[in-house]
């Protein structure tokens, strides 16, 4: 993959994504999402991938947000076309991703990092971690779904202390808003997330999946592609379906009996 930005390693049924930008303590760049979008396309693709695990490059840093050297020279509608459109697009797909995801928080999480980490399903973060939006500092807003799916995690009134005061939470406050799930010393986050991900490997897959998208779908995520998913899988196992796709075939009135 060019520059190596996403890192993709596999264990088994479990991959692993890497976040690979420490030395700009993994902020994200156009290139870096579209190598992100890729890997979740692939990961989705994948059968064989029962859990997943997304973790950031290095030891100061989850993901501390959008590269500001990136967007600070757009125009405002390339602003909206090639940023926070575009983020928002990737974000969402990691969001409904078919596998269970689990974020390794191996740092700051600040912005867009923070925005990117609460895509995932289970979170595990490093004592040191800390966590912001600090996008009104710099006159913008959080622009990858802080202000919506956020709400839905931790509710509006955290989420707005979050945004409007851009106060940096430790680890244990994300702990004890539902933020995230445990908090671990930072030289067991691997071995907790792999851990954890060969645990939930050892769970049927396809119920995973399914509970994961009826979960999404009761908090408003990807409700209507779910329902009718999900729908659509419960019609191809009739009878009715069998007899809809022959009569098809054989060019005639099917005969449904409604079984």
């Known amino acids: 993959m060019a520059e190596s930005l996403i890192q993709l390693e596999r264990d088994g049924f479990v991959a692993t994504v890497i976040l690979n930008r420490p030395s700009k303590l993994n902020s994200l760049t156009p290139a870096m999402l579209d190598q992100l979008e890729l890997v979740a396309r692939q990961l989705d693709a ?7 695990i997304l973790l950031g490059g290095g030891e100061k840093a989850f993901c501390v947000g959008a590269d500001i050297n990136e967007w600070a020279a757009l125009q405002p509608l390339d602003m909206w076309r090639r940023w926070v459109r575009r983020g928002h697009q990737v974000f969402d797909q990691w969001a ?4 269970p995801v689990i974020t390794a928080i191996n740092g700051h999480a600040f912005g867009g990092g923070l925005e990117l980490a609460i895509t995932g399903d289970i979170r595990i973060a490093v004592e040191g971690a800390q966590f912001a939006l600090p996008e009104a500092s710099i006159a913008t807003c959080p622009g990858w779904s802080g202000t919506q799916r956020l709400v839905q995690l931790i509710g509006a009134s955290r989420a707005k202390y979050l945004a409007l005061s851009g106060v940096r939470q430790t680890a244990a406050d994300a702990l004890g808003a539902g933020l995230v799930h445990e908090v671990v010393p930072a030289a067991q986050l691997r071995d907790r997330a792999a851990a954890l991900a060969r645990e939930m490997t050892t769970k049927a897959p396809v119920s995973l999946q399914l509970t994961k998208q009826l979960i999404n779908a009761a908090a408003g995520e990807d409700t209507a592609a779910t329902l009718e998913a999900m729908a659509g899988a419960l019609a191809a196992t009739t009878q009715d379906a069998t007899e809809g796709i022959r009569s098809f075939r054989e060019k005639r009135a ?5 079984l």
């Not at 994948?46 to 997943?52: E, F, Q």
């Not at 099917?254 to 409604?258: K, M, N, T």
Request: no cysteine.
């Open 46 to 52: 994948d059968t064989s991938v029962r859990v997943v």
């Open 96 to 99: 409904r991703l078919r596998q």
């Open 254 to 258: 099917a005969s449904f009996a409604g």
